[in-house]
């Protein structure tokens, strides 16, 4: 590629590493000389570049050779220069970093963007910088079933951080997390501001922070996750956390009773009808944070109520008794779920 240089002309195409032949030839001519023209520079323009000639004012249409000891230490000069201006840019951004490491943070994606958190540990840290800087609202749902003091202990320093800054805090859990006092005792230590709610099931896990970013997992195993600053998905999984919320049911009131008498606890109609959907036995249990061994005994129940010997006539006696939907509450109860 071509350069321009004083004069007008174009450079041809080499490094400044070494001369070429025909510029050689030119600079020689030149100190030999005294002066070159511009018609025996055409091939050798390189010259001018290297600072080897410069244009004689005097006559326009030649050029007048610069010593090589004098072209040396002008190039020596400036590249003193540019060295020393580096080093007062590197010095500035220096003293910049070491006022504000306190400061250093993650750079935030602009709104709109998608993007793909690979590992666990990579994305509890992405998690916990949002955390860190939400000033308003974070919402939450957490599938599966008692939150173990582990889980519960890695929260709650985020949670009271969050607390102490004014943010509103609201999680869904299953009925499940209920069994285990995990639950209250964090929302205890956090405060008023944190609250929760749990239903017979809830989807998989959702971590918004100020209706700006939300974390969705991206693999079964949890080692993927999508973080999302798309305003309209944002926008649309806010909605579905808040009609979830309208019909959840307050940590601290006991479980609606469910009409009928037909002799089946209020997990076992969510079963039945969760069967009669398709799912698995194993589908089951995680949607409603219960382990197989339980579900399958609730199932071995229904089979025997309903008086059924195989999968596909349980579903059947399913539907012919009605437990193929979800049992609606009708008041207040002590029933276990």
Same mark, same amino acid.
């Given at each position: ?15 400044? @590493? ?6 050689? *030839?030119? /600079? ?45 230490? !002008? ?9 020393? @201006?580096?080093?007062? $840019? ?15 943070? *993650?750079?935030?994606?602009?709104? &709109? ?7 666990? !540990? ?9 955390? @860190? !800087? ?8 957490? =599938? ?25 805090? *609201? ?14 005792? /964090? ?17 998989? $896990? ?13 693999? =079964? ?16 999984? /806010? ?12 940590? &601290? ?6 009409? &009928? ?25 995680? *949607?409603?944070?219960?382990?197989? $061994? ?25 539907? $012919? ?17």
């Amino acid at each position: 590629m071509s350069r321009g240089v004083p004069g007008g002309e174009e450079a041809h195409e080499h490094g400044v @590493d070494e001369l070429c032949e025909g510029g050689e *030839r030119a /600079y020689a001519k030149a100190l030999s000389e005294g002066r070159i023209t511009r018609s025996d520079t055409r091939e050798a323009m390189c010259l001018v570049s290297l600072g080897l000639l410069h244009p004689d004012p005097d006559r326009l249409d030649e050029y007048v050779p610069t010593l090589p000891g004098s072209a040396l230490s !002008r190039s020596l000069r400036d590249l003193s220069v540019a060295l020393e @201006d580096v080093r007062k $840019r590197m010095s500035a951004v220096g003293g910049v970093a070491e006022r504000f490491a306190g400061f250093e943070t *993650r750079e935030v994606p602009p709104a &709109g963007v998608i993007r793909v958190l690979e590992g666990k !540990r990579r994305i509890r840290a992405v998690i916990a910088e949002e955390a @860190d !800087r939400c000033v308003s609202e974070h919402v939450g749902i957490q =599938p599966g079933g008692i939150r173990t003091s582990a889980v519960l202990e890695d929260a709650l320093p985020l949670a009271l951080g969050m607390a102490g800054r004014g943010v509103r805090m *609201r999680s869904l859990y299953t009925h499940v997390a209920r069994h285990g006092q995990g639950v209250l005792a /964090y929302l205890e230590q956090v405060g008023a501001l944190a609250e929760a709610r749990t239903l017979d099931e809830v989807p998989e $896990r959702v971590v918004m922070f100020d209706r700006t970013v939300a974390f969705v997992p991206a693999s =079964p195993d949890r080692e993927l996750a999508l973080e999302i600053r798309n305003e309209a998905v944002i926008a649309y999984l /806010y909605g579905v956390f808040e009609c979830m919320w309208r019909v959840a049911v307050p940590l &601290g009131d006991t479980l609606p009773a469910v009409s &009928g008498a037909d002799g089946f606890t209020h997990r076992e109609r969510v079963i039945a009808a969760l069967l009669a959907e398709g799912h698995t036995d194993a589908g089951v249990a995680e *949607r409603l944070g219960i382990n197989v $061994r339980t579900c399958r005994a609730h199932i071995a129940k229904l089979a025997e109520v309903l008086g059924s010997s195989s999968r596909v006539e349980l579903g059947v006696r399913i539907a $012919r008794a009605g437990l193929d939907s979800p049992p609606r509450s009708t008041g207040l109860g002590a029933e276990s779920p």
